[in-house]
Each structure stands twice: as structure tokens, then as C-alpha cells.
């Protein structure tokens, strides 16, 4: 993968900067930025090609950061990767709702933080995570409504379902859903991003991305994905890691 490509590391705490850094240091030019003022500033100017944020900061926090990346018209397009600790959950949906494209967990896993900086150098945000077949029931709950549906796909980041009708888009339901394998069904809660209309031939289909979603349900479908998915295409002009 190009040296070229920059990654910004933001934390304020120099121990983690510096671990950050370390663990993805193959794949870059690793910037670091101990606030969110330093850190917008440093994107602005240098660009990044992904950015790697802590949530919990003093002055501007990560979700304020991701905010202010996503209003900027030369940042919005940059895919934030946000870093959480103590409620992971809570923290999750705090973090998506702001705009961040995938969460990790604090302490920091290796792996799952060098499988989602590497997926997004080599493609686009709009293009999302790494999707695997996934066919099973699917239960959402809402206030006044039950529904049950049937997945086709998952990522680290949602879930792709058919059902009988759809739900408008910024829906926020309680979802439940099994893997193989695995007695327990994972629950969190979760937003319709988009929807497709039922017709003649098939159903309506949605997809979800989840938002209060518990580590260790996070944990659940990480093994799966990395277990399930296909090696990714390498972009023309890179060499592979």
C-alpha cells in the first residue's frame, strides 16, 4: 500500500497516540493529534486519507470532531474511524449518530483496528464495510410495531434484510437476530438507512446500521465477518500490505 497515504491519529493521551501509530505504521504516513482543535486544524491542512479518533477528549471530543469533519465540504468525504471505551455501547451510537463510519473498541484490538484502516485505503467510504451472506430471521421492535424479516448481508456496521413492508428511513428499531452457531440471539438497536419499496417480485428491504450495539455482540459479528469474508480487492496503483 502507497507510503504516500496519510493517517491521522487523534488521542489525548500520548500512550495511545503512540500505539496507534505503531500499529499502522506499514500502511502510511501516521500523523498525530493530541485534541480535536489540533486535529481539525492538521486535517485541514494535510488532508488525510482516513482519520482515527478517540471518543472521550476535553474541548472538542471525538463526536464533535466527526461532526465538524462531516460539515466541512473538503473533509466530508473522509472516511473517521471512532475509537471507544467504557460504554461501548452508548458510545457506539453516539458515534455513528455523529457520523463516524466504523467504531472500534478501547483497549485497542490490533486487528480490528488495522482490518478498518486498511478497507478504508483501498476503497471508498460510500462503498462501506465489509459485507458477508448472512441468511437468517430478523426481528425489529419499535413502539407501536413488530416485524419480522429475513438477512441477506452483515457488516461491522448494519445489517441488509428483506421483509414484508418496509420502515421510512431514520426509523430507529430494537433488532434481533442469531449467527451460526450461536444459541443466543445479539440484540441492539439500529437505524433504517435505506429502504427499498416492496413489489411484485420481492419484498421491501432495508438496511439497517446498528447504533447501541454491546462489545460483545461488536465482538460476535467481528469474528464472523473475519471468519466469512472474501480477501479484498487491492486498487489499481497499490501494492498489497
Keep these: ?16 497516540r503512540e500505539l496507534g501509530s505503531v500499529f499502522l505504521a506499514r500502511f502510511g504516513s501516521v500523523l ?5 482543535e489540533e486535529a481539525l486544524a492538521m486535517a485541514r491542512h494535510e488532508r488525510p486519507d482516513v482519520i482515527v479518533t ?9 463526536t464533535a470532531l466527526c461532526r465538524a469533519i ?10 473517521v474511524i471512532a475509537v471507544a471505551a467504557c460504554d461501548f455501547a452508548g458510545d457506539r451510537a453516539r458515534a455513528v449518530r455523529a457520523g463516524a463510519d466504523d467504531v472500534v473498541a478501547k483497549p485497542i484490538s490490533r486487528m480490528s483496528l488495522v482490518q478498518s484502516v486498511r478497507h478504508y485505503l483501498r476503497v471508498s467510504r460510500e462503498a462501506g464495510l465489509t459485507r458477508v451472506d448472512l441468511e437468517t430471521t430478523v426481528t425489529l421492535r419499535g413502539d407501536a410495531f413488530e416485524l419480522s424479516g429475513w438477512s441477506r448481508n452483515l457488516s461491522r456496521g448494519g445489517i441488509c434484510i428483506d421483509a414484508e413492508r418496509g420502515l421510512p428511513c431514520d426509523t430507529e428499531v430494537d433488532l434481533a437476530f442469531q449467527l451460526p452457531e450461536i444459541r443466543e440471539p445479539l440484540h441492539s438497536t439500529a437505524r433504517v438507512v435505506w ?6 417480485r420481492a419484498g421491501a428491504g432495508m438496511g439497517l446500521q446498528f447504533l447501541a450495539l454491546d462489545r460483545e455482540c461488536s465482538q460476535r459479528i467481528e469474528t464472523f465477518i473475519y471468519a466469512n469474508a472474501q480477501p479484498e480487492p487491492v486498487q489499481s496503483g497499490s501494492a498489497s500490505a
Design 1 to 16: 500500500m502507497s507510503a504516500k497515504r496519510k493517517i491521522l491519529v487523534v488521542d489525548d493521551t500520548a500512550m495511545f
Design 54 to 62: 478517540d471518543l472521550d477528549m476535553p474541548g472538542m471530543d471525538g
Design 70 to 79: 462531516r460539515a466541512d465540504a473538503r473533509l466530508c468525504d473522509t472516511p
Design 195 to 200: 429502504e427499498r419499496p416492496a413489489s411484485d
Design 32 to 36: 498525530t493529534a493530541s485534541s480535536g
